[in-house]
């Protein structure tokens, strides 16, 4: 687990605050834990780490053997598919 050792305060509304003090206690985490993870969703960073979930789905997009065509023909594809 990372070492948290910045601080940051933010005012909040109190119909906010009670709605993500909701959404803390129903995931059972606490409100900083919900505030840093919808942080890291947002803007990221590098050394973030995949859900296990997500990577095991790409890994299983990734098997796909479909066919690919360059961008401009699969571009194509995709618009006449929409109509």
Known sequence: MSEYTERLEVRLRPDTYRFLREQAYVRGVSMGQLVREALERQYGTEDRVVDPEKQR???RLFQVEAPVADWPEMERE???GRV
Do not use: L, S, Y
């Open 78 to 80: 995709i618009e006449k």
């Open 57 to 59: 789905a790409m890994e």
